[in-house]
């Protein structure tokens, strides 16, 4: 949601699609571009609405096999490879940071990227040559999220590009039915206008205080990362 400054990295969070987006016409040179005007990170840390888990969980940090967490899509799909390399000196940074303050953290060495990590990585760094560690979502509490987020901001001064990936409307039922519906885009005009004004309090408590906030997101992961 941030841009970077001279020194620091972005904070990122995206709406990452499903596997399908990598034959998308537009939503690939659209993530593509987006990277390429960022400062290169010199590792990536990615929390995704794919993965919740408490205590905090730290992913793999070294490669391993994608974790392919949907269904029913062509094979091809289940084919996807991203050979990034792991990143443990990143993890021991995030351990630092967090168990100072006491937040417990776990390590769970064979979770790899899930779709909601790889499928927006694939089309930002397809060299695959930049460290990544994914971690859990101990939480779905923003308040709670912020709060780690807080305590991870000082990666950002050390090049490590930190990436929420969720979705900013995520009613699957409605999809379904075809169409936009009216309140998902009022809510994605809410939004909008509550990042632009920097409005983090509504923004932390969407679902009372933005348009069908409940009808956008039945259950908030996908919203979480923003967090």
């Not at 084919?79 to 417990?104: E, I, M, N, W, Y």
Request: net charge negative; aromatic share 8%; glycine share 8%.
């Amino acid at each position: 949601m941030t841009a970077a400054t001279q020194d620091r990295m972005p904070a990122l969070y995206l709406s990452h699609g499903a596997p399908p987006l990598a034959d998308d016409p537009v939503r690939p040179g659209e993530l593509a571009a987006w990277s390429a005007g960022l400062p290169r990170p010199k590792a990536i840390l990615v929390v995704s609405a794919h993965w919740e888990e408490a205590p905090l969980a730290l992913g793999a940090t070294e490669p391993v096999p994608l974790v392919y967490d949907f269904w029913g899509f062509p094979e091809h799909y289940y084919q996807v490879t991203c050979g990034a390399p792991g990143a443990p000196a990143l993890a021991d940074s995030v351990r630092k940071l967090l168990r100072a303050p006491g937040t417990p953290v776990q390590d769970v060495p064979d979770r790899g990227l899930d779709h909601g990590a790889y499928v927006p990585l694939v089309e930002m760094y397809p060299g695959a040559d930049i460290p990544v560690l994914q971690v859990s979502m101990p939480t779905l509490d923003p308040v709670k999220l912020m709060e780690i987020g807080r305590r991870l901001a000082p990666l950002r001064d050390e090049g490590v590009l930190i990436i929420g990936s969720g979705f900013f409307t995520h009613n699957l039922a409605a999809l379904r039915q075809g169409g936009i519906p009216a309140w998902s885009a009022e809510f994605d005009t809410w939004g909008r206008e509550a990042l632009a004004g920097k409005d983090v309090d509504a923004l932390l408590d969407f679902t009372r205080k933005s348009p069908a906030g409940r009808l956008t997101h039945p259950r908030t992961e996908h919203f979480a990362p923003s967090s």
